[in-house]
């Protein structure tokens, strides 16, 4: 059995806009998980996350924000190793862009 933690991080202007690019990513492959066959009970938020990215101006003498940058990850158990690198592989073609464990 692997253990393996993927998700999905997005900056946007708008908190909502960049939070819900994770959620439609995160839904994706959560249903693409679920076809090939990992359950539901092998699937668990790890991490949520939303902040603001700030940055210091030098010409306005001042911080100023570039906007929200959005994370959810999931926990994933593939019971199956034949079947880890297809799993994987699905993830980040339905928009998983971090991968860990």
């Known amino acids: 059995m692997a253990t393996v933690t993927l998700g999905a991080t997005f900056r946007d ?11 439609d990513a995160l839904e994706a492959i959560m249903t693409r998980l679920g076809a090939q066959n990992i359950e539901a009970r092998d699937i668990q938020t790890s991490s949520l996350s939303l902040r603001e990215d700030r940055r210091w101006d030098n010409q306005r003498d001042e911080e100023v924000s570039e ?21 994987l ?9 971090t991968l860990s464990g």
Request: hydrophobic share 45%; charged share 20%.
């Open 89 to 97: 592989a699905a993830a980040l073609s339905d928009g998983a862009n």
């Open 67 to 87: 906007g929200f940058v959005a994370s959810n990850q999931l926990r994933v158990r593939v019971r199956d190793l034949d079947t880890l690198s297809d799993v």
């Open 13 to 23: 202007k708008n908190a909502v806009e960049a939070m819900n690019a994770t959620s």
